[in-house]
């Protein structure tokens, strides 16, 4: 998942709901703050 890096609101929702971050990487859109989640299959 990425967002914005210049959007405090969005990366501090990702990070609260468990997102693991990676790093800030250039796009053509712009810098983006780039996010991992672990998927676990419900039981």
């Keep these: ?7 405090a609101a969005s ?3 990702i ?3 468990g997102g693991a971050f990676e790093g ?3 796009a053509e859109s712009g810098r983006l703050r780039r996010y991992w ?3 676990v299959e419900p039981r």
């Excluded at 998942?1 to 959007?7: D, L, Q, S, T, W």
């Design 15 to 17: 990070e609260r709901c």
């Design 37 to 39: 989640f672990d998927l």
């Design 24 to 26: 800030i990487q250039e």
């Design 1 to 7: 998942m990425v967002c914005a890096a210049g959007n």
């Design 11 to 13: 990366a501090k929702t």
